[in-house]
């Protein structure tokens, strides 16, 4: 059976990362955008008020939380590149997910992510080797590289992007 919370598996890495596989992550961060605007295309506002699985987050939460998570993403990044291994502030997604902006207007947060993918992008694309190699330390998750991160939000962004093609596709709306 299908695991609704993970449509596209759960997040691998492997630390042997060529670099032409690091531009392919970085194009899908950039392609992120278009694809989550192609995938709640035409939908409803009741549709965008459907939970994409039991006790799941709704439609319209998953394209706040996107804006949200990559944002928090953006400023991980600009933090390890200007400070020695800073220790980031985690932040709980779930109670994020709950505030009166997610359940809201979502074109707010889709043109937020168009322009926060667009300036990110222009920062991942201008990293050197070492800038790749400098790290932060997540509360949870200990030190993590920019590298590995690129790779977390690729996977990150079509994951969620997932979540809502794939609930489309179940319910018949496409």
């Not at 690091?22 to 459907?50: F, M, Y």
């Not at 006790?55 to 804006?67: D, S």
């Not at 993590?144 to 079509?158: K, P």
């Amino acid at each position: 059976m299908e695991d609704l919370r993970y449509p596209i598996g759960e997040f691998k890495y492997d630390e042997e990362i060529r670099d032409h596989q690091l531009d392919l992550k970085i194009k899908q961060i950039e392609d992120a955008p278009k694809n989550l605007r192609i995938a709640v295309d035409g939908l409803s506002e009741k549709q965008l008020d459907t939970p994409y699985r039991p006790e799941g987050w709704t439609l319209r939460q998953v394209v706040h939380h996107l804006a949200d998570s990559h944002m928090n993403g953006f400023i991980r990044f600009k933090w390890a590149l200007t400070e020695d291994s800073p220790t980031i502030k985690a932040y709980d997604e779930k109670r994020w997910a709950e505030l009166s902006d997610s359940f809201e207007d979502i074109q707010v947060s889709l043109s937020l992510f168009d322009v926060l993918i667009k300036k990110w992008v222009l920062l991942l694309k201008s990293l050197s080797p070492e800038d790749l190699e400098k790290k932060f330390i997540h509360p949870d998750s200990g030190l993590v590289s920019l590298r590995r991160n690129i790779h977390l939000y690729a996977w990150h962004g079509d994951h969620h992007i997932a979540h809502i093609t794939s609930l489309k596709k179940r319910m018949g709306w496409e």
